[in-house]
């Protein structure tokens, strides 16, 4: 690696970081105005003017400023890491996503693969939080959420495999780029019923991959007290849910780029070429990419507001006898009509 991709690593890497804090900020404010409007309420309104809108910031800076409490029974090395360890498994996922045409970290022959791969540290970091706090709270938490992670990884894994199958590629960069020429070619719509069976389990199988209702039993409030980040304060605790939010981004952008076309725009006259312009297709690129994992996002958040919380046995039950045995039956299937097509 020369210099000047250094330089180039370094500035994308700054740019992730810079985006995955701004859009957690959003996200915690936006999530704070759904629930409330869900529930015939207003939500912040007075911070920073228009709607609050600064009400996250001020909570922010109030973390900052909050004592970091360690209790004196704790393993300090992991229990100290653990937040990091979480965060990282978040942002390195970023690498692979394509944001436009010509924006991408690193396209990767087998992004799919390592997307799968590295998404897979937050089991390591949530567990080593549970088991570090020496907490029975905390301990029950992770252990619920290493179960669940794992579990609903193979659902995920596999309704993956439809798109991949249909392109023929794990580049995340080509899957997107078989999508081009309006939304009636975007995976979802044009390999019907098997793209729209992977979208739907896929979308609700990741609900469990970031823990989010009605799978969120690892951070049960009114069972284990918050869980696995029960014994956490100040920023420690912040990057939890900084982690939680960019978890949320990841998924909802997997899910835009292989089933709903990426940075491709629904029709094809609002894109812009390359060959018009380098910025500005970089530009309405990456805005039609953030709209679409924005709307997700949005969805998760609705879902969150909407619908109780699973059961243990329940969760275990839709994973292993509904989600799995529809994942594999779709696998086949496909993999049968393209070998019978060509």
Request: aromatic content about 14%; hydrophobic content about 60%.
């Amino acid at each position: 690696m020369n210099v000047l991709e250094l330089l180039i690593a370094v500035a994308f890497m700054v740019g992730v970081i810079g985006f995955v804090s701004l859009f957690a900020l959003f996200a915690i404010w936006m999530e704070r105005k759904v629930s409330a409007h869900m529930q015939d309420r207003l939500g912040p309104m007075e911070t920073g003017g228009w709607h609050g809108w600064s009400q996250t910031i001020a909570d922010t800076v109030k973390l900052l400023l909050k004592e970091d409490i360690i209790p004196t029974a704790v393993d300090q090395p992991l229990f100290r890491m653990a937040p990091y360890i979480v965060f990282t498994g978040a942002l390195a996922s970023f690498a692979v996503i394509p944001f436009a045409a010509n924006l991408i970290g690193a396209d990767l022959n087998i992004g799919v693969y390592y997307l799968v791969a590295v998404s897979s540290l937050v089991v390591i970091g949530i567990l080593m939080a549970g088991w570090a706090s020496n907490n029975k709270w905390a301990l029950y938490g992770a252990m619920r959420s290493a179960a669940q992670m794992v579990s609903y990884e193979i659902p995920v894994v596999l309704s993956l495999l439809v798109p991949v199958l249909l392109a023929q590629s794990l580049s995340m960069q080509k899957l997107v780029e078989i999508q081009a020429g309006g939304f009636w070619h975007w995976t979802v719509f044009s390999h019907l019923p098997f793209a729209l069976v992977a979208f739907v389990i896929y979308f609700w199988a990741s609900l469990a991959e970031v823990n989010r209702t009605p799978f969120d039993i690892p951070e049960a409030e009114s069972e284990l007290v918050a869980g696995y980040h029960v014994e956490y304060s100040g920023m420690r605790f912040a990057m939890f849910f900084l982690a939680e939010y960019a978890n949320m981004f990841v998924v909802a952008a997997v899910a835009a780029t292989v089933f709903l076309g990426g940075w491709h725009a629904p029709l094809p006259f609002l894109e812009l070429s390359t060959e018009v312009s380098w910025i500005g297709s970089a530009v309405v690129g990456t805005a039609w990419f953030v709209v679409k994992a924005t709307f997700l996002v949005f969805v998760q958040m609705w879902l969150r507001w909407t619908l109780p919380r699973l059961r243990v046995d329940q969760l275990m039950r839709i994973c292993w006898k509904v989600f799995l045995p529809f994942s594999f039956a779709n696998v086949l299937l496909v993999s049968l009509w393209l070998a019978v097509k060509g």
